[in-house]
């Protein structure tokens, strides 16, 4: 009964229970994949929708975020004797509020552009580590130890993902164009594109790379 967003229906596993998780303009809730049943639910209003996926942290917490000034929330899980599910939320934050880009996290920190700049937030107390470099409304994916970040502008950054300091290792221009779209990549091929073009870029791999966090 609720206006929809952008954000994709989610299968995810949460206290030993697989839930598919939706974001409306609303609410988040939790269904039961076999039959529907509404598990729980907490609300998460927006006046814009909602873009970003939402991110499990652990076995029993969720974390969304999102743009139009809304910012980020947590919610924690747990199971009454009687096996239903109860939920709550721990914190809001407006320290990272991702309206186009889906955060990720590594080694227990996420990382997302909050209104075009790049974010480092602690997800146990929803406070930032750092904030810096500007990207706009672009993407970023997690590949093994490296963020790889298409600005609004079509620009490719690789980002240590460090929660110590910001760190961008190398960049280039890929495309021209205001850009939206999450990159994709295949081995080496890295897959961009936007409203106006395409393109693949073999990107130089280096093996023995490992990240000093």
């Known amino acids: 009964n609720y206006n929809a ?15 598919i998780i939706i974001i409306n303009q609303k609410y988040v809730t939790a269904h039961d994949p076999v039959d529907g049943t509404l598990l729980w639910q907490e609300e998460f209003s927006s006046q814009g929708p909602h873009c970003s996926q939402p991110v499990a942290i652990d076995n029993d917490s969720l974390f969304v975020s999102s743009g139009y000034g809304v910012g980020s929330r947590l919610f924690s899980l747990s199971v009454t004797d009687d096996g239903k ?7 809001k934050s407006k320290g990272l509020k991702a309206k186009f880009t889906t955060v990720v996290l590594y080694k227990g920190f996420l990382y997302g552009l909050d209104d075009g700049i790049l974010v480092c937030l602690d997800p146990t107390t929803g406070k930032r580590k750092w904030k ?34 910001f760190h961008e290792i190398a960049g280039f221009d890929a495309l021209s164009g205001k850009t939206w779209n999450t990159p994709a990549l295949s081995g080496n091929i890295l897959l961009v594109r936007n409203h106006k073009e395409a393109a693949a870029y073999r990107l130089p791999i280096q093996e023995k790379y490992t990240s000093p966090f």
Do not use: C
Request: hydrophobic share 40%; glycine share 8%; proline share 5%.
């Open 5 to 19: 967003s952008y954000v994709s229906p989610a299968l995810m596993d949460f206290l030993e229970k697989k839930q």
């Open 132 to 165: 810096k470099g500007r990207y706009g409304h672009g993407q970023l994916i997690l590949v093994k130890d490296i963020l790889l970040i298409i600005s609004e502008q079509g620009r490719i950054a690789l980002v240590e993902p460090n929660p110590t300091s």
């Open 85 to 91: 599910f109860s939920s709550k939320t721990v914190w």
